[in-house]
Nanobody, 126 residues
Framework: QGQLVESGGGLVQPGGSLRLSCAAS????????VAWFRHAPGKAREAVSC????????VYADSVKGRFTISRDNTKNTVYLQMNALKPEDTAIYSC???????????????????WGQGTQVAVSA
């Protein structure tokens, strides 16, 4: 079983930027479909973005489209989430998840992912 570790969270003002990292050990992340989810207090967990294995494509939730960018660095076995133009409603714990078999039609279902990180807190506030 592989391990995923997120980093890069913090407190930022509205309109600011953060880059989250999801570093893997014990698995080759390029072989996996990797997604970012977020969970805000009192709300259901929300799928944010996914990057397909072998860098074959990306998908975004409507709420972050045009502001967030997901990418990979295979030399570092890491997936990133660049978050720009942050809003207070982006405040949440962000977790990365990886799975070999999740499909485009169901990428947003957290139950399909076998490997999870512990999460990193993002707070957007003036």
């Amino acid at each position: 079983q592989g391990q995923l570790v997120e980093s890069g969270g913090g407190l930022v003002q509205p309109g600011g930027s953060l880059r989250l990292s999801c570093a893997a050990s014990g698995l080759t992340l390029d072989n996996y479909n990797v997604a970012w989810f977020r969970h805000a207090p009192g709300k259901a967990r929300e799928a944010v973005s996914c990057i397909w294995n072998n860098n074959s494509g990306t998908v975004y939730a409507d709420s972050v489209k045009g502001r967030f960018t997901i990418s990979r660095d295979n030399t570092k076995n890491t997936v990133y989430l660049q978050m720009n133009a942050l809003k207070p409603e982006d405040t949440a714990i962000y977790s990365c998840a990886a799975d070999l078999y999740v499909r485009y039609t169901s990428w947003f279902l957290s139950s399909l992912y076998d490997n999870w990180g512990q999460g990193t807190q993002v707070a957007v506030s003036a």
